[in-house]
């Protein structure tokens, strides 16, 4: 394909403004945002939740840590929708023309480790499938190259691709656990459900909504990449409350319900055990591509501020083709670990650019000015930097804030950024000070 006709079938505006006719509702942001959440990992969330909890702290967990990350992708997301720029277009604002180099690759890494980790649980859940229906075992390699091929080709189509499958995924996956809940239901008294337990090691209520919170932390961070599309800022609250604060809870309550009645937190075993047979895995197959296409998607846009000489879909290629051959390695047995030591330097960036731009710099996060940006921003990064190790302090040692790792870095981060955008660092941080031109939302 001549690269001129690619660049126009595959555009998804990566490092410029979302123009205002191409904008989308809180219903299309919320339905991707939630077929992030409905996914293998975070119904296993739940059934870890619910193994040190009674049936109603795992609710009430699943509930708070929904409303936290409705807050955190709210705030960071109206800036995205704002300036309609990705994260990391925007933190270039925040740190620097060049900083933003290492913040966005970061932010990039995150995103696309846990792209080779899920596809690996992809093809678990595959092959279980396969196994079901036709009594023989297959390697995962099969279902690794062929579910990988599927989530890049949603991914270099952009939003666009993730919006129609969201819509699709979503309503049959809360289908499926509705579904699920009534089955229980049926042999289960609800007076019996609420006596419900986890035979577990027990965990206390602030470890839970930590559990919930952590889960899906890093793409609340990174909202900016799917708000950039929305109408208006309000429309990013629709979406965030819709995905965050009602779908997340609800997958957390069947997850921890489901597992809490069938005695694993298996999520495959847990549908077999329900009777579902191969229809629900290949459904939650589908979730899991709704899930993990928008992991490889968010990477794209990372790398893309990174690879500047490089286009959105070509990178996003690469990277797919790189993250299939990782998971045929079998590194997501062991890349987990590496995941969760990066995630504690990803939450504290949203203390950054949430402050400076609600506090300090809002007028400056407009479309134009990313390319005057100064080169580094020194004490955005000493904020960040500091965040992040009250993060791993706080992750690796008695030593707590808020029962929530990610949550502490986060606000030490902004504070500092408090302090240093009003009294220490009060130069703009662009060099063009013309006025920008307005923005006019689609109806």
């Keep these: 394909m001549d690269s001129s006709k690619a660049d126009k079938l595959f555009q998804d505006y990566s490092t410029e403004e979302v123009p205002p006719e191409k904008t989308r509702s809180w219903l299309s942001m919320g339905l991707i945002w939630s077929g ?20 109603q702290q795992a609710l009430v967990a699943g509930i708070i840590g929904g409303i936290i990350l409705a807050i955190i992708s709210s705030l960071t997301g109206i800036v995205g929708a704002r300036a309609h720029l990705s994260t990391a277009m925007v933190s270039r604002f925040a740190f620097g023309n060049q900083a933003v180099l290492l913040i966005a690759m970061l932010q990039a890494l995150g995103s696309y480790g846990w ?19 036709t009594g023989m075992q297959w390697a995962d390699a099969p279902f690794i190259i062929a579910g990988g091929l599927l989530m890049i080709a949603t991914s270099i189509v952009g939003y666009r691709a993730l919006d129609k499958l969201s819509k699709i995924a979503v309503p049959l996956m809360l289908a499926l656990m509705a579904a699920s809940v009534w089955r229980i239901l049926e042999d289960t008294s609800m007076s019996e459900i609420a006596e419900l337990r986890g035979d577990g ?18 793409g609340a961070v990174i909202a900016p990449d799917v708000a950039r599309y929305a109408k208006s800022p309000k429309h990013v609250v629709g979406g965030a409350v819709f995905a965050f604060a009602v779908v997340t809870p609800t997958v957390m309550a069947v997850g921890s319900l489901m597992a809490l009645q069938t005695g694993t937190s ?14 629900a895995l290949l459904l939650l197959m589908l979730a ?3 899930s993990n296409d928008n992991n490889l998607y968010s990477a794209a846009l990372g790398f893309v501020v990174v690879f500047r000489s490089w286009k959105k879909w070509q990178l996003t290629g690469i990277a797919g083709v790189i993250g299939i051959i990782l998971a045929l390695a079998g590194i997501y047995d062991s890349f987990t670990t590496f995941l969760t030591v990066l995630g504690i330097f990803i939450p504290p960036m949203a203390g950054v650019i949430v402050v400076d731009y609600y506090i300090t710099r809002k007028t400056e996060y407009q479309g134009g000015f990313e390319k005057t940006v100064v080169p580094v921003r020194i004490l955005s990064l000493a904020a960040w930097a500091t ?14 804030l808020t029962s929530m790792s990610a949550v502490d870095g986060l606000l030490v981060a902004g504070i ?7 009294y220490l660092d009060t130069r703009s941080a662009v060099s063009d000070d013309r006025s920008a031109e307005g923005y006019e939302y689609a109806d």
Excluded at 39 to 45: C, F, I, K, Q, V
Excluded at 201 to 218: E, P, Q
Excluded at 416 to 422: D, E, K
């Design 201 to 218: 090691a027990a965990i206390t209520l602030g470890t839970g909504i930590s559990l919930v919170v952590s889960s899906f932390v890093v």
């Design 115 to 133: 792209f080779a980790v899920q596809l690996g649980l992809f093809s678990r859940a595959a092959s279980t499938a396969w196994e079901s229906t």
């Design 36 to 55: 992030v959440g409905i996914s293998l990992g975070l119904l296993l969330t739940g059934g870890t939740v619910a193994e040190g909890l009674s049936i």
């Design 387 to 400: 965040g992040s190790g009250v993060s791993a302090l706080t992750s690796y040692t008695d030593v707590s």
């Design 416 to 422: 500092l950024q408090v302090i240093f955008g009003r």
């Design 266 to 279: 298996d999520i495959v075993n847990i549908l077999l055990r329900l009777g579902w047979g191969v229809l």
């Design 288 to 290: 899991q591509w709704t």
